[in-house]
């Protein structure tokens, strides 16, 4: 019994990733907009109802997605990050070579970054259990703003007052034990490493920056700046 339920469960686990290889390869060729079960089961010689029972609806599917390239790209950031404390880099080092890992890996993955960081898909919402992948990278930098506020400390940028009761209240939302001020400048930095990598994959670049790989090492050194991490 328990060799056919193996087998069953195996057999379950290459279906599922051949839909979700399937929906990949949709989404690069149409966008998320016009996914389809029906066009993935006809694609993959499945009838509908057999596909239903992997992924009841189109919008189960996206979480799927989802929730797959958020994982994917918070452990290529929390490798970088384990590669550059193992070899002793400070904080700011660790920095930028997190945004490289998300420029990376971005470049790669273009089809499910735009998923992730594009325009929104019609009709949906993404449920709850897309929050814990969504903020493996911003874990990644807010453990870097820890270790460096612990240790050689961190250069707090300037917080107007009237921000400060928003930014009190991200402190305590995600980033406690952090300044509100460093909280603050971290979404700030967030949002425009999102816009960097936006401009370069969507083509907002071109014409306008030759050396992007140049020009994105020295940005992301400004926002660690940004952020307060001391000079290395």
């Given amino acids: 019994m328990n060799t056919v339920r193996g087998a069953r469960e195996r057999a379950r686990i290459e279906v599922t990733a051949a839909i979700k290889d399937e929906a990949r390869r949709m989404l690069g060729a149409e966008g998320a907009a016009k996914l389809s079960l029906r066009a993935v089961a006809r694609e993959l010689g499945m009838v509908s109802s057999a596909l239903y029972r992997y992924f009841p609806s189109r ?3 996206l979480t799927a997605l989802i929730i797959d390239a958020y994982d994917s790209v918070g452990a290529a950031a929390e490798t970088a990050d384990a590669h550059a404390r193992a070899a002793g880099a ?4 660790r920095w930028i070579a997190v945004c490289g890992a998300v420029r990376s890996w971005a470049l790669e993955h273009p089809h ?10 019609p009709g949906y919402s993404a449920p709850l259990d897309t929050v814990g992948p969504a903020s493996r990278v911003a874990n990644a930098f807010i453990g870097i703003l820890r270790a460096a506020y612990e240790g050689p400390g961190l250069a707090l940028p300037p917080l107007p007052p009237t921000l400060r009761p928003e930014a009190d209240r991200m402190t305590a939302d995600f980033a406690e034990g952090l300044p509100p001020a460093v909280t603050a400048a971290l979404v700030a930095a967030w949002a425009q490493l999102i816009g960097l990598v936006s401009c370069e994959l969507f083509g907002q670049f071109n014409r306008v920056v030759e050396d992007r790989a140049g020009f994105f090492a020295h940005a992301a050194d400004q926002l660690a700046h940004g952020v307060g991490l001391p000079a290395v």
């Fill in 59 to 61: 919008d189960e599917l």
């Fill in 90 to 93: 400070p904080p700011r080092t």
């Fill in 112 to 121: 499910e970054y735009a998923l992730i960081h594009g325009s929104p898909v």
